[in-house]
Nanobody
Framework: VQLVESGGGLVQPGGSLRLSCGASVSIGTINAMGWYRQAPGKQRELVAAIKSDDSTRYADSVRGRFTISRDNAKNTVDLQMNSLNFEDTAVYYC?????????WGPGTQVTVSS
């Protein structure tokens, strides 16, 4: 499995971005996928995750602002991020867990700045 993230960039506080994670295999075969982030000097943390049954999980810091979803037609897992603030600045990584693999994408930078 290979993953590629897209959609990062520079946004002002209060703005929105949509990240997309494309997989090299059908996401229907992946047990769980998630978005993580790592800010400078901090540990990588879970942002949101979605399982094959479409159940979701969010970090407390993003619940109500971020939405994770799967698009089987495009074979992507997307992260809609609204009401962004300075603390959301980080490199965002996509992760896929299958029965045999635990794979990370290379990451995409999200910078919230005025």
């Amino acid at each position: 499995v290979q993953l590629v993230e897209s959609g990062g960039g520079l946004v002002q506080p209060g703005g929105s971005l949509r990240l997309s994670c494309g997989a090299s295999v059908s996401i229907g075969t992946i047990n769980a996928m998630g978005w993580y982030r790592q800010a400078p000097g901090k540990q990588r943390e879970l942002v949101a995750a979605i399982k094959s049954d479409d159940s979701t999980r969010y970090a407390d810091s993003v619940r109500g602002r971020f939405t994770i979803s799967r698009d089987n037609a495009k074979n992507t897992v997307d992260l809609q991020m609204n009401s962004l603030n300075f603390e959301d600045t980080a490199v965002y990584y996509c992760r896929a867990i299958t029965t045999t693999d635990d794979v990370w994408g290379p990451g995409t930078q999200v910078t919230v700045s005025s």
